[in-house]
């Protein structure tokens, strides 16, 4: 092992709700790790889940990486089916990922078969747009949902969590539904345990390492020691159609064109049949839905109430398709001016919208009628008169020419943002990593 790069999970203990692993790696690699180990809580204990199981959060987050750099994956037990499904989704990343090395493979010292014979349906909810309409495809089979929480981009991730519980324990509880969390500060902000920016760098042509590649695997691995007493099938929203023509990879869609699962636990790729704008027409058959949509990392965490920050493209994106389907944005979330699409307008014309995948917003295009209406919703937003406009512009050629952040600016930014200590810490490691 010491010839050839490695990554091995090297220890894993439970105590009650708290899972922890630690792995080891090659020197070559240590410049892709913060640190060492993960640190996961549940809300049930899983102390009597086996090893083979316990194993799969750290694979299914370790294996891309080790698939980039050609390393050997080494882990003591893991569950069968999750190593055969490994091997097959191998090949669809090799075409994703051009950059990818050929070699590196999975050792497994004991592989397990899991057999659980459970019949629950359950799905991942975040209260994102996909999750909603993933949850009205499958209320009637009264679904478990699962929540994730995630430090997104806040050091101090206490209050913001809390919010995202109540708001989904509320949904939950309207709906009769059991709902469980997942909790984890390895997978973003300042305690991250991968460099996703330096991996991105070496082995992405386009996007960034969570959403184009790891996002779908570490979630799905998260869940898995949750699955095991009542779980037999666990769905994850799509975010793209069957038939989306998109140019970046996604971290989730290998789903659609290859089957996994862990033990007898199937997953499914939900809604693929539906594209963004699709979703959001069933949103509008569901009102009630709509106050609980939160499709912003950057919600507002000040407020007593999580507001999306309506300011980043996904947010102005999302407010633009609510409009067209004549549905209040106001009434989802958002804190949206009168004025909202003129000035989304002026910021297309001068090419200062940072758009992530164009194809998104060509779909808001194809989903524009001849005929807008007339009513409440059109004429306040003055919606008419924008969507005539832009159903002729040219998304094709839209060029971005916003300048990137000086130095000092983006330093500005995270020192209001984040704090000092927080801002410091993030420099130090950035440091050791070049």
Known sequence: MSDTLFIKISDITVSDCQLKIKFDFSKELSKYFFKNSFEIFYDQNIENVDESILSIPAVLALVPIAWACGAELFVDKLDESCFRSLKNLRKVYSNYFPKFSSSGDIHVQKIISNRFNNNRNSLLFSGGLDSVISYVRNKDKNPILITVLRPEEFPENFEFHNKIKNLHKKFAEEEEKEIHFIESKDWSGDNNTINDGLLRENFLTAGNWWPQVSHGLVLLGLCAPLTVEKIGNIALASSYSHNFDYSIPHGSHWLAENDFSWGDIHVSYDTPDLTRQDKIRVLKKYPKYQQYLRVCVSANVLGTELKNCGNCEKCMRTITGLIL?????????????????????????RGNLSIGNINLWHDIQNHIPNVINDNEI?????????????????????????????????????????????????????????
């Open 325 to 349: 389907e004549e549905i209040n944005p106001n009434k989802c979330n958002f804190d949206v001016k009168n004025d909202f699409l003129n000035e989304l307008k002026k910021l297309l014309l």
């Open 378 to 434: 059109t004429r306040r937003f003055n919606s008419k008169q924008f969507f005539e406009w832009f159903s002729d512009f040219n998304l094709s050629e839209y060029k971005l020419i916003m300048h990137k952040p000086s130095k000092q600016k983006k330093l500005l930014r995270s020192l209001r943002k984040n704090g000092i200590v927080w801002t410091c810490k993030n420099i130090i490691r950035q440091l050791k990593t070049k």
